[in-house]
């Protein structure tokens, strides 16, 4: 494939630059103006801002009513509320999931995502429909984004005979993730659930990814319990801890050594500061060295109206939930989006250096807290060098 040039672009609001793209990959960044003439420009920037493609590192495409006409939300007051509200919206729902999925993703790439991580509902209600249905949208959409599942016991691992065998063959599928939930909130039973989960990640070679909601000192034991397995077991920089709320109850001197630990053990705390719970602090960790990163959880779904599928507005949402406003600040947030996903998800050759994969977004900012404030839908989106999405479009037939 000939090379190919995105010319007089501003990598994070540095210097302007023209990018060499070859093979999917970035393969040269020149001063702007020196590429050589004769290689075929793929965009004209015009000096604006040259960003990573997004990483969206929580969501339940699975679960989403998108591209559905508007449903208002009939979901009760409680947990086991909206898991039986759940399951009475998608069964009575004609929509086949790729018809509601399938659009989310598009609409989320046209954003500027290009990374995911789905969990993805693995219990006896759905059987393996959820999963066979993910797989093939998976396979759909392979050639422009890279799209992790996590098998997700979203109604009990215990508490429901039968989850675990599903996880199983969820994993045996191809589904890259274990996943996880309120191993005492739900299951009731935390050691024997986080020995499970922690088996099934051994025995199939994978990563985990737990919804801990469980609040105040339970939850920070069972953290500092998923701290003690990722050690024992050796699955370090493998385990991300979702919205871990516990951790907004304590002090920040309080938490200290549990963030060192949770820092020299590579496990990411996932949250996707939401302003109606405590939440872990961000800054605070991130100081210690914990990565953190995010996502929109669910979008348009039995459980929430809410949602845009847009990882700068997260960003923004974040900067709001903690009262930031400083450019390093807004940076922050920004970095919780992309290489803070990144290092959460493992991704390979992330990021703007030469080598990396050509998965950009480029918009109108001076820089990254004037794209975080502004979130301008002027978005061009580059997925292995080709452009896939424009000003909110998605183009691929
Ligand atoms: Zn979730």
């Known amino acids: 494939m000939p090379s190919t040039v995105i010319r007089n672009v501003r990598p994070l609001g540095g210097a302007a630059v023209d990018v060499v793209l070859h093979d999917g990959r970035i393969s040269a960044l020149l001063p ?8 075929a420009t793929l965009v004209d920037g015009q000096g604006q801002l040259l960003l990573p493609a997004l990483v969206e590192s929580h969501v339940h495409f699975d679960k989403t009513l998108w591209a559905t006409p508007w449903r208002p939300n009939s979901a009760g007051p409680t947990r086991n509320h909206r898991i ?12 086949p999931m790729a018809e509601r999925a399938g659009p989310l993703i598009e609409h989320c790439i046209a954003q500027g995502s290009l990374y995911f991580r ?12 959820h999963v066979q249905e993910m797989l093939a949208l998976r396979e759909k959409y392979r050639h422009l984004i890279e799209l992790q599942l996590v098998a ?11 989850t675990l065998a599903l996880m199983e063959q969820a994993l045996e599928l191809g589904v890259d993730v274990v996943g996880g939930i309120d191993p005492a909130g739900i299951d009731r039973d935390p050691i024997r659930h986080l020995e499970k989960i922690f088996e099934l990640a051994t025995r199939y070679r994978r990563g985990i990814d737990i919804h801990l909601h469980d ?15 990722t050690e024992a077991m050796g699955l370090q920089g ?22 060192d630990r949770l820092a020299a053990l590579g496990i990411s705390i996932m949250s996707c500061a939401p302003p109606n719970v405590s939440v872990p602090p961000v800054a605070m960790l991130r100081s210690r060295g914990v990565n953190v990163c995010s996502g929109s959880d669910g979008i348009r779904d039995a459980w ?29 947030a920004f970095d919780v989006v992309s290489q803070g996903g990144a290092r959460a ?8 250096d030469v080598g990396c994969q050509a998965n950009l977004l480029l918009l109108p900012a001076e820089n990254i807290a004037e794209a975080v404030v502004n979130r301008s839908p002027q978005r061009t989106v580059i997925s292995r060098g080709q452009v896939v999405a424009k000003d909110g479009i998605f183009l691929v037939a």
């Open 32 to 39: 702007a103006g020196s590429a050589a003439p004769e290689l």
């Open 152 to 162: 997700f016991p979203q109604g009990g691992l215990l508490i429901a005979p039968g």
């Open 84 to 95: 039986s509200n759940e399951h009475t919206v998608l069964k009575d729902f004609q929509v």
């Open 304 to 332: 929430s109206p809410m949602g845009s599928g847009d990882m700068l507005e997260r960003a923004m949402l974040m900067a709001l939930r903690f009262g930031w406003s400083k450019d390093e600040e807004l940076e922050m």
């Open 345 to 352: 998800l493992n991704l390979q050759a992330y990021g703007l």
């Open 238 to 259: 493998q385990v991300v801890i979702s919205h871990a709320y516990s951790l907004g109850a304590f002090a920040p001197a309080e938490l200290m050594p549990l963030a």
């Open 215 to 229: 609040l105040g000192e339970l939850g920070r034991w069972e953290i500092e319990r998923i701290a003690d397995m």
């Open 118 to 129: 789905s969990h993805l509902d693995t219990q006896t209600v759905w059987g393996l429909k």
